[in-house]
């Protein structure tokens, strides 16, 4: 299938502005529970192996919520599907705050899970039917200004003598809000199923089967995996290989994971611009150059400051890779594949980003060093290199007309 032609919905600027809200407040709870983690442990007694038992609970929801959001968008629609996401995360995010025990936490990851699983994929669908690159870009720019926000927020309530509990209070009120603006403006967000970006009548939606038949849904499941992985592995460890490993000072560690997810949005800002001037391949190529440079550099740590430089380049080269693979998924399978493809990539990426750490954190353990961080990423961005040109096998992109 040929790339799809340019959208031709206007945007709304009320819609486009709470979306990126949205993305907003759904990036700040994977940042602030980096900065969260050592006050967590300490908490509940709990080891580096047991405490990634989180990363599985949150992911299983996430997962779940984003494999069967394209079915469920089609049928309840945008506005109901994004309201109901923010109550149930924010239903998740409150009960961190009145858990008595470890398992009772573990319960409410699996449902704030499924509220970040909902919004993510279904927003991720919704522009990838809607609107063009540059306005998916800087969504995910959106998530990356939470997640700047997010570090910065926990270290200063525990500089300022509160409790890891006291962020999640401020996350869950926040979800509260955002679920009220979703049902407030209904009316505006359209529909169920995306519609075409064409003239042309949109096709029935292809069943989830019908889409796991084709091969390159696959690879792109798996290459979801590998991003994702290195997206979170970097925030969420950094902070406790910088204090635990590297003698880092708190404040000093803190500030540069927010560098990290800062330079993570100042490129989505950037790359936002710049996307249609440049063949997305080969940015995507470049950006996997220089993240691997960035991964290198995390693991040689020359000079004190090498953690710092190696973050802000890893994190700015990382930006633009997630929204222009969802992007070409919706252009490469059309609007009777590509929310399908788009819910089981998110899902993907929501395995990667809660499987992958907690491995770290097992590995960690094992071998009594944080440093086995660095040399994973390296690993998992081979990985992503050599999926990301599997995507371009004849055979494997090839897309059947099962309609």
């Not at 919520?65 to 309840?76: E, N």
């Not at 997010?150 to 003598?161: D, S």
């Not at 997206?231 to 994971?257: I, Y």
């Not at 996997?288 to 693991?299: C, D, K, P, Y």
Request: one cysteine or more; glycine letters at 12%.
């Amino acid at each position: 299938m040929t790339a799809a032609a340019a959208p031709t919905r206007q945007a709304d600027p009320l819609v486009v502005a709470i979306a990126y809200l949205g993305f907003i407040v759904l990036g700040i709870p994977g940042a602030l529970l980096g900065v969260a983690t050592p006050s967590i442990r300490e908490n509940f007694a709990l080891t580096l192996d047991t405490f990634g038992l989180l990363f599985i609970a949150t992911t299983s929801g996430y997962f779940l919520a984003s494999v069967i959001s394209g079915r469920l968008f089609a049928r309840f629609g945008a506005a109901a599907i994004f309201g109901a996401s923010a109550v149930v995360s924010a239903v998740g995010l409150l009960g961190y705050i009145i858990s008595p025990s470890w398992l009772i936490m573990l319960a409410f990851g699996v449902v704030a899970g499924l509220g970040a699983g909902l919004l993510d994929a279904g927003m991720n669908i919704y522009f990838a039917a809607h609107f063009g690159p540059r306005l998916m870009n800087w969504l995910h720019a959106c998530f990356g200004i939470g997640a700047t926000i997010g570090p910065l927020l926990m270290t200063f309530i525990l500089n300022a003598g509160g409790t890891w509990r006291t962020g999640y209070i401020m996350v869950g009120g926040l979800y509260g809000g955002l679920a009220l603006l979703f049902f407030l403006t209904q009316a505006r967000w359209g529909g169920g199923a995306p519609q075409s970006k064409t003239d042309a009548p949109a096709p029935v939606s292809a069943s989830a089967q019908e889409t796991l038949r084709l091969p390159i849904v696959w690879v792109g499941i798996l290459l979801f995996i590998a991003y994702a992985g290195l997206e979170m592995s970097a925030g969420q460890w950094a902070f406790s290989l910088f204090t635990e490993a590297r003698s880092v000072d708190q404040n000093t560690a803190g500030l540069w994971v927010s560098i990290y997810w800062g330079s993570f949005t100042v490129g989505r800002i950037v790359f936002g611009a710049i996307v249609t001037y440049v063949k997305p391949a080969t940015l995507i190529r470049a950006c996997t150059g220089l993240v691997l440079v960035g991964a290198l550099l995390l693991w040689w740590n020359p000079i004190p400051e090498s953690g710092l430089i190696a973050l802000s380049l890893y994190g700015f080269a990382l930006a633009p890779i997630f929204a222009l693979l969802v992007t070409n998924t919706q252009d490469t399978l059309g609007p009777k594949h590509g929310p399908n493809a788009i819910g089981f990539q998110v899902g993907a990426a929501s395995l990667g980003l809660g499987v992958l750490p907690g491995l770290i954190g097992v590995l960690a353990e094992a071998t009594g060093s944080l440093e086995v961080v660095p040399p994973i990423l390296l690993v998992l961005v081979a990985i992503m290199a050599i999926l990301y040109e599997l995507t371009h096998n004849p055979r494997l992109a090839h897309v059947r007309d099962d309609g």
